[in-house]
C-alpha cells in the first residue's frame, strides 16, 4: 500500500520542516539526537516559542489556542519536530489535562490554566497510580471527603513522573465508596504548593529520577478546583485523551531512533570496526515494520477525519510502536556495543568513549522499558484488543 502526502500535506509538511530550521536551537536538538535529558528551562523555552508561532497545542480547538490542523496534519506536524530532533513538550498539559479542561472545566478553569499551559508557564503532573492501583486504576484509595467547600484529601500516589517539576498535580480521589468502584471517582487539580502535599523521589535503575511518590496530608483543596462532577470523575479520566488516543503510534520517534540506528551503523562501519554481520539487514526489517506502521497510522487517521468510529485501534498502534521503540533500541545497543560503557575519566584526557550519540544508548534503552507498561501495559492492550475485536 503507498500513501502519498498531496501537494497540499506536501507544502504543509515544508513549512513545518523550515520553521524548525530557523527556530530550534542546535544545542537542544543535539541533546535530543543524543538522548540526553532537556532541562525544564530548555523544554519552556521551546514551549514559548511554538506557542508564539500558534503551534504549542494543535490538538487543542482554536478557541483556546489550537491550530485547526486535522489529525493527518498533526501527524505531519509530529514527525517533523522529531526527524529535527525538537523535544516533545509536556503531555500531562497539552495532551491529557488540558483538553479535559477544555472539555469539562469552567470558564474560570479555562481562564485560570489553559494560557499558562500553552505557554509553559504552569507545569502539571498525573496522579493517577497508587501502590496497589496501576491496570486496576479504578481500585484506588486516596480520599477526598467533603467539607464545606473543600474537599480534604488523604492518601498516595506513586510513579508520579515529573512531580519535582510541576506546579500542580491533576488526581483521581474516591469521594463515594459506598457505590461501584468507577462511580465514587473524582477528578481534582491540585496545588502542588498546597500544605500538605509532599514529593519524594524514585529512582530508575539508569540512576535517573524517573519517578516520585506523591503523598496527601489532610490537604485542602477548593471544590472549584474539581473538574467535572463529583463522583464522575472516571468519565473525566477515561475522554482525557479523546482523539488523541489515535497519535500514540511513536511513529515520530521510530523515525527518529531509526535515524539514529543508521548514523550509528554508517559511523561505526566507516571507523573500521569489525561489526557482526546481518546488523544491516536487521535496521532493514525494523524499517519495514516502521513502515508498516506509518501506513497503519495514516490509514486510521485518514478515516478518523473523515468520522469514522474509533475502536481497537489505539490498542493497537500503542502495542505495536512501544515494541518497535525498544526493538531498535537494542539493535541500537549492539551497534554501539563497547562504546555505551562509561568513561573512566581517570585514565583518559577524553570526555567520552565514543560518539555522542553513544553515550545516551543503555540508559535510553533501559528508559524505553517503561513504553510497554506506562499508559496502559501491553497485557492490558492484548486484552481490550481480545475484547473488542476478537469478541473473546
Ligand atoms: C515510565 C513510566 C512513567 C509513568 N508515569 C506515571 C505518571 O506520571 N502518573 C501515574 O499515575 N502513573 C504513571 N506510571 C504508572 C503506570 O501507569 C503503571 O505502571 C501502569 O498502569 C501499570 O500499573 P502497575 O505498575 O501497578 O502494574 P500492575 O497493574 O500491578 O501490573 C503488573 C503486571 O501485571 C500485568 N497485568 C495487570 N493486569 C492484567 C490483566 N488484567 N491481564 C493481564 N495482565 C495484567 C501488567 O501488564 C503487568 O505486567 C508510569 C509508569 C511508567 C513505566
Known sequence: MQYQLSEEQQAFQQEVESFLAEHLPQDLADKVRCGAGVSKQELSAWTKTLNAKGWAAPNWPQEHGGTGWNLVQRHIFDVACRQAHAPQLSGFGFNMVGPAIIKYGTVAQHDQF???????DLWFCQGYSEPQAGSDLASLGTRAVRNGDEYVVNGQKIWTSAAEDADWIFALVRTNADVQQQKGISFLLIDMASPGVT???????????????????????????????????????????GDERLLVSRVAENKRVLKVVRQALASQAASGLQLPSGLAAEADALEIRLQALEMTS????????????IGAEPSMLKLKGSELVQDQDELLFRIVDYLVLPQDTKHSERSRVGPDYA??????????????????????????????????
Request: net charge positive.
Open 114 to 120: 489553559l494560557p499558562k499551559i500553552r505557554n509553559a
Open 199 to 241: 514529593v519524594e523521589p524514585l529512582y530508575a535503575f539508569n540512576g535517573k529520577r524517573l519517578w516520585n511518590q506523591v503523598f496527601f496530608e489532610d490537604v485542602r483543596v477548593p471544590v472549584s478546583q474539581r473538574l467535572g462532577e463529583e463522583d464522575r470523575g472516571w468519565t473525566v479520566a477515561k475522554s482525557l485523551l
Open 298 to 309: 495514516l490509514r486510521i487517521l485518514t478515516e478518523a477525519d473523515a468520522g469514522a468510529q
Open 359 to 392: 553515550e545516551y544508548v543503555a540508559s535510553g534503552r533501559y528508559h524505553h522499558r517503561g513504553y510497554t507498561i506506562a499508559g496502559g501495559s501491553s497485557e492490558v492492550q492484548h486484552n481490550i484488543i481480545a475484547k473488542q475485536v476478537l469478541g473473546l
